[in-house]
Nanobody, 124 residues
C-alpha cells in the first residue's frame, strides 16, 4: 500500500522560506513519478513541480527560480524548498506519486497516489 505523508507547512511572511517534505512508503520501484501540487481556496488544484528520479523536474512558471524540488531516493523522501514566498503562494500543498515514469510524470492524470496535504500561508 502506497502512503504519502507531507510535513513542513506553516505561516511565513512574504519573502520568507519553507521546506516541505513528503515521506513515501510502499513504492517499490527504482523509477517513478513524484510531484507537488497546490490548491488555493476557490481555485483548481495546480501543478507546482513534477518529475521522476531520472529527469529533472518541471516547474510551474509561477514558481520557477523560487522553488526547488529534490528527492532523497535512498530514504524515499521528496522535498520542496520554497524561497521568496509570496501571498499568492498561499495554498494547501499536496504530494503525489505514480508508478509510471518518464514523460508520464508531466501529466496530472498520471498521479494515482496523494498525500493529505500541508497548509502554507504567506502573509504580506
Amino acid at each position: 500500500q502506497v502512503r504519502l505523508v507531507e510535513s513542513g507547512g506553516g505561516s511565513v511572511q512574504s519573502g520568507g522560506s519553507l521546506r516541505l517534505s513528503c515521506a513515501a512508503s510502499g513504492l517499490a520501484y527504482s523509477r517513478y513519478c513524484m510531484g507537488w501540487f497546490r490548491q488555493a481556496p476557490g481555485k483548481a488544484r495546480e501543478e507546482v513541480a513534477v518529475g521522476d528520479n531520472y529527469n529533472g523536474p518541471r516547474y510551474a512558471d509561477s514558481v520557477k527560480g523560487r522553488f526547488t524540488m529534490s528527492r532523497d531516493s535512498a530514504k524515499n523522501i521528496l522535498y520542496l524548498q520554497m524561497n521568496s514566498l509570496r501571498p499568492e503562494d498561499t495554498a494547501m500543498y499536496y504530494c503525489a506519486a505514480s508508478r509510471r515514469s518518464g514523460a508520464f510524470c508531466y501529466s496530472r492524470q498520471t498521479y494515482e497516489y496523494w498525500g493529505q496535504g500541508t497548509q502554507v500561508t504567506v502573509s504580506s
